[in-house]
């Protein structure tokens, strides 16, 4: 019996048909699924903290606007995403709990602070542009509601990656100060953008199945060089020295090559000691108790409802 259903299921992933949640579908690529998913909601929930932090200090009404909207968005794909992963069983409860508790992960690159105003921009380009590259292939993945998901979140990310690139142009265009913000921020945010993908295909845990189940369509490595290549020609263009010194076109690869990622870094944030893993946890489980009340009146207001209804 559950051989057939198995048999079926690959099937399905075989002819790229969209598993749905009441599919049957093997306990592991359900368990993938909501690690993936519910991480990948955490990095854009947190992921609102270090550009928030500058909503109060945009240096014109329009920038305040533009980053508003985007720190606004960012809270708008986590809720998609939260959506996509409970309908395979777990609550949002139980996936909030496993952030606080630092069980499930989030991007590394939230865990760095965005000390200057070049930074919202370096985010903007550089992270946005990293987070597309991945999420465009996502739009492809076997599970119907997070390719569903990825297609609105892809259209918004392409704003935010428009407007930090916007940014950065204006500062590597303006005085000699501004420039070297400008290259600053670069110069730090560059390398934590390329671990966003995670750790090389060699050692990585989850990609040979996730790639199997076509939960990822393309590799950690595959992705890395796409964005290495997009990027290498928009450092050139603003005019700005490229953070990496082997970074060089190569013929033969018809790609650009690149110095490696030093991955003890990497790996010391995952772990939790990054510059603001503390930090953002502890903003997080505060906003979450402050926002108590609203959640006991939507509650509330759904019971009323209910019961009128019932009446
Ligand atoms: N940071 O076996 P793999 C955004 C973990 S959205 C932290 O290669 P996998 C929008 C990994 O979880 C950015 N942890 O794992 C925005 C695993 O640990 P686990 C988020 C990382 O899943 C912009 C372990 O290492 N995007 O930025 C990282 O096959 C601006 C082994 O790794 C997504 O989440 C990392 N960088 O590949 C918002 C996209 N890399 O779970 C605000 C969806 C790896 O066993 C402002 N996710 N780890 O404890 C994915 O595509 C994949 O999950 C990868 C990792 C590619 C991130």
Request: net charge negative.
């Amino acid at each position: 019996m559950s051989e057939d259903l198995e048999a079926k299921f690959l099937r399905k992933i075989e002819g790229e048909e969209k598993i749905e949640p009441k599919d049957w579908m093997p306990d592991g690529y359900c368990k993938n699924l909501i690690r993936q998913i519910s991480q990948h909601a955490h990095s854009e929930v947190i992921g609102m903290q270090p550009e928030g932090n500058w909503i109060t200090r945009a240096p014109s009404l329009r920038r305040k606007a533009v980053l508003l909207a985007k720190v606004q968005d960012e809270g708008g794909h986590g809720l998609y995403l939260y959506s996509a992963t409970e309908t395979l069983g777990i609550s949002r409860d139980e996936m909030i709990h496993a952030l606080q508790t630092g069980e499930a992960k989030y991007a590394s690159i939230f865990n760095y602070p965005a000390q200057t105003w070049a930074d919202v921009g370096a985010i903007g380009w550089l992270v946005d542009g990293a987070a597309i590259v991945n999420q465009v292939s996502l739009q492809r993945t076997s599970y119907g509601p997070y390719a569903r998901g990825m297609v609105r979140i892809c259209k918004e990310e392409s704003f935010h990656q428009r407007q930090g690139y916007e940014l950065m142009l204006v500062l590597a265009r303006g005085s000699d100060d501004q420039k070297a913000l400008a290259q600053d921020a670069l110069n730090r945010f560059y390398w934590p953008s390329l671990m966003m993908f995670g750790p090389h295909d060699a050692e990585s845990a989850h990609t040979a199945k996730s790639m199997q189940w076509k939960i990822k369509r393309q590799s950690n490595d595959e992705l890395r060089q796409k964005f290495i290549d997009q990027t290498a020609p928009q450092i050139d263009f603003l005019g700005l020295d490229h953070p990496d010194p082997e970074c060089k076109w190569n013929e033969e690869r018809g790609h650009y090559d690149n110095g490696e990622i030093d991955w003890d870094e990497f790996y010391d944030v995952i772990n939790g000691n990054g510059h603001c893993n503390r930090q953002r946890i502890e903003h997080h489980v505060r906003a979450h108790r402050e926002g108590e009340w609203v959640r006991a009146a939507m509650q509330t207001y759904e019971a009323r409802k209910k019961k009128a209804k019932a009446a």
